[in-house]
Nanobody
Framework: QVQLVESGGGLVQPGGSLRLSCEVS????????????TSWYRQAPGKERELVAR??????????GDSAKGRFTISNAREYGKNNVFLQMNNLEPEDTAVYYC??????????WGQGTQVTVSS
């Protein structure tokens, strides 16, 4: 069973930093080579979900949403059969307040989502 578990959210002051983690557990029917990308999305109250950053299983360059460029960095690390995807967020602004979701897309365009982690930027 494919599982995505996000962590690392919380309350931070403007200008601060957070590092989100997404632990991706694959299954016997879905191997790493069958994955296409892992992304971070976010959704603020009353707004649509938007792409923050995406990293590809193949060695393509990551892509970032406009709000993340220059401030956020996505990375990944594989060990012990699990794939961890990180989102380093620096210079956070109140507008970054949202629930952040991790999403795995397979090579067959099937998406798996985590439950989300709340990020609140406030003084």
């Amino acid at each position: 069973q494919v599982q995505l578990v996000e962590s690392g959210g919380g309350l931070v002051q403007p200008g601060g930093s957070l590092r989100l983690s997404c632990e991706v557990s694959l299954s016997t029917s879905l191997t790493y080579s069958m994955t296409y990308s892992t992304s971070w999305y976010r959704q603020a109250p009353g707004k649509e979900r938007e792409l923050v950053a995406r990293i590809f299983t193949a060695a393509f360059s990551p892509i970032y949403g406009d709000s993340a460029k220059g401030r956020f960095t996505i990375s990944n690390a594989r060990e012990y059969g699990k794939n961890n995807v990180f989102l380093q967020m620096n210079n956070l602004e109140p507008e970054d307040t949202a629930v952040y979701y991790c999403c795995l897309r397979t090579t067959r365009d099937v998406d798996f989502w985590g439950q989300g982690t709340q990020v609140t930027v406030s003084s």
